[in-house]
């Protein structure tokens, strides 16, 4: 779909919920519902926005759709990188499963049903947010030393592997280091996970910056078949899941402007909120400029083509 397509399509009005399908959800999560099909799953991404591990009471009208299309547009892009897990024929799937509306086919993936890898698997291309704090403080980030003299926003030398826990429900994720994952998973499938992690990191970086963003950092979720192959699943270099920048106004030193929900954090930080639940109501302005970034990062991805 085109950029303009699918931004008329947007609802006017957050999309919090989804309700009455006639298919079991088995999971909900701070942004997705996950439905059982029966021989595969349906994701699908509801306009709900976290900050701080709270969901506020107002979600950002379309982002849902938004966040999909963008995992879309990279899956397709990455596929030469390693399979991931969405069915090959979207439209497909949906007319044969009578999901007919327009909306929740854009906010929607049809997927295979594959083990989730316990970790989350983090990538920083750059010295920012918790990472910079660390730097700061001890000189490492998640246990890794890096070379003194380092500005805020700086370039790696190279990219990093840093993965976490991936924390049940409520809580938070907690930096594990090479040796801690490795016993979690096991050496081979760490190996394997590591490895993808970083060429995928590259590649999306380098395809961004084409497109006049800078991939700050990510993370990736994987999952596994009952033949041991690894799969790529859940969103794919999203606003949601990465850290993107304008490459036009890149400066280090600073917390550079972003494509992603940092705005909303900036504004409730500024208010002084306590980060516990429940979350305060944003302001209309923090809502349609929220939007507006999300719409950006999507326009600029679909302006480089398939």
């Given at each position: 779909m085109t950029f303009s397509a699918i931004a008329a399509a947007l609802p006017a009005h957050a999309v919090t919920s989804i309700d009455h399908l006639p298919f079991p959800r088995i999971a909900s999560g701070k942004v997705r519902e996950i439905f059982d099909l029966g021989d595969a799953l349906l994701l699908s991404a509801t306009d709900r926005l976290s900050a701080f591990d709270v969901v506020l009471p107002d979600g950002i009208p379309g982002k849902g759709a938004i966040l999909t299309q963008i995992s879309n547009w990279w899956f397709a892009q990455t596929g030469g990188i390693l399979q991931n897990h969405l069915l090959p024929d979207q439209a497909g799937e949906f007319a044969r499963r009578g999901i007919t509306d327009r909306d929740l086919q854009l906010r929607s993936m049809i997927v295979r049903k594959l083990k989730?890898?316990?970790?989350?698997?983090?990538?920083?291309?750059?010295?920012?947010?918790?990472g910079w704090s660390s730097y700061q403080k001890h000189g490492t980030v998640c246990g890794l030393t890096l070379p003194p003299g380092l500005r805020q926003a700086d370039r790696l030398p190279e990219p990093i592997f840093t993965p976490t826990t991936k924390a049940p429900k409520g809580q938070h994720d907690e930096p594990i280091d090479d040796t801690q994952g490795t016993a979690i998973v096991g050496a081979a499938l760490y190996a394997r996970l590591k490895a993808a992690s970083l060429a995928l990191y590259q590649f999306g970086h380098d395809r961004a910056k084409q497109a006049g963003m800078i991939l700050a950092d990510t993370k990736f979720e994987f999952g596994t078949d009952a033949a041991g192959n690894l799969w790529l699943i859940d969103e794919l270099l999203t606003p949601d899941s990465s850290r993107y920048w304008p490459a036009e106004s890149y400066a280090p030193n600073q917390s550079p402007p972003s494509y992603d929900k940092q705005f909303v954090r900036d504004h409730l930080l500024a208010i002084k909120w306590d980060q516990k639940p429940p979350g305060p109501r944003l302001p209309a302005e923090v809502i349609a400029r929220t939007q507006d970034k999300y719409l950006a990062a999507l326009k600029n991805l679909l302006s480089l083509g398939a």
């Open positions: 989730t890898v316990p970790i989350e698997c983090v990538v920083r291309g750059y010295l920012v947010g918790s």
